[in-house]
Structures are given as C-alpha cells and as structure tokens.
C-alpha cells in the first residue's frame, strides 16, 4: 500500500493550498480517508475524515468552515482544500487509510503558512 501525497508549500496567510493523496495497492473505496497534522513537538492531530462512498465527513472543530475533504474514487485520491490558511496551520500533513486503526500513512507534506 502506498499513499502519495503532494500539494503542500508556501503559501501566505490568507491564501490557499489543495493537498492531494494517491492512494495505491488498495480498496480505495473501501476505507475511511484522512487528513492529520503534527507540528514538531506535538501530538498528531486530526483534521478531517471522509467514509469510502464519500457520504459522510468529519472535520476538527476549529477548521470547519475553512478545510473541506473531498474523495474522488475513481482516481483513487482524496483532497483536502484548505482556505483562508493561518500561520498556525503550519504543520506536516498526513493522509491516512482506515477501516481499522491505525490502517496506512503517507509519508507527510510540508504547509507552511507565512504571516
């Protein structure tokens, strides 16, 4: 299983990034996909989650409004666009594959948010 993410950079805050992941050697729609985050020295935190058909979402409370997670099964990839980014959203993201935890990662992509 490989998950490939990609999309992440410099951006300046107020700006916008869209953060792919290519999921590979899998049921891409069988699992639940997920965006996490971890800045260095923290815990890694959940961002968002969407179920295999793409029915239901999940997002951290503090990102509603601004993050949306979006699936495309047919490309076996799952998105994350992320609006009116904030310095704090610096971080690396990970995406994630579930139907049991703690299921597969990727490898991590660099946001950085400039104020």
């Known amino acids: 299983v490989q998950l490939a993410e990609s999309g992440g950079g410099l951006v300046q805050a107020g700006g916008s990034l869209r953060l792919s992941c290519a999921a590979s050697?899998?049921?891409?729609?069988?699992?639940?996909m997920g965006w996490y985050r971890q800045v260095p020295g923290k815990e890694r935190e959940f961002v968002a989650s969407i179920t295999g058909s793409g029915a239901r979402r999940k997002y951290a409370d503090s990102l509603k409004g601004r993050f949306t997670i979006s699936r495309d099964n047919a490309k076996n990839t799952v998105y994350l666009q992320m609006n009116s980014l904030k310095p704090e959203d610096t971080a690396i993201y990970y995406c994630?594959?579930?139907?049991?935890?703690?299921?597969?990662w990727g490898q991590g992509n660099r946001v950085t948010v400039s104020s």
């Open positions: 050697g899998l049921s891409f729609y069988m699992y639940e």
């Open positions: 994630n594959a579930v139907i049991s935890f703690p299921g597969y």
